[in-house]
């Protein structure tokens, strides 16, 4: 079964392609742009997702904690 959100492996600059459902959402600059994403795409109950949940994220190049250093 395909995982619902795709956190593709970070760029040059460290920020991260989001997939939900098929769909980019855009680019994370940090952990915390995934659960915007994810609400504005009609996700129920964004704000609390569980970053760690495996059966619905699959984190590529690293997990939550792989970010660049200082976000725009």
């Not at 997939?19 to 980019?24: E, H």
């Amino acid at each position: 079964m395909q995982k619902r959100v795709v956190v593709y492996p970070p760029d040059e600059r460290g920020w991260r392609k989001v997939r939900y459902d098929g769909r980019i959402l855009g680019t994370a600059y940090k952990v915390s742009d995934i659960p915007v994403f994810l609400a504005k795409a009609g996700y129920e109950d964004a704000e609390n997702v569980d970053l760690n949940d495996e059966s619905l994220f699959d984190w590529r190049g690293g997990g939550p904690d792989s970010w660049a250093e200082s976000p725009p």
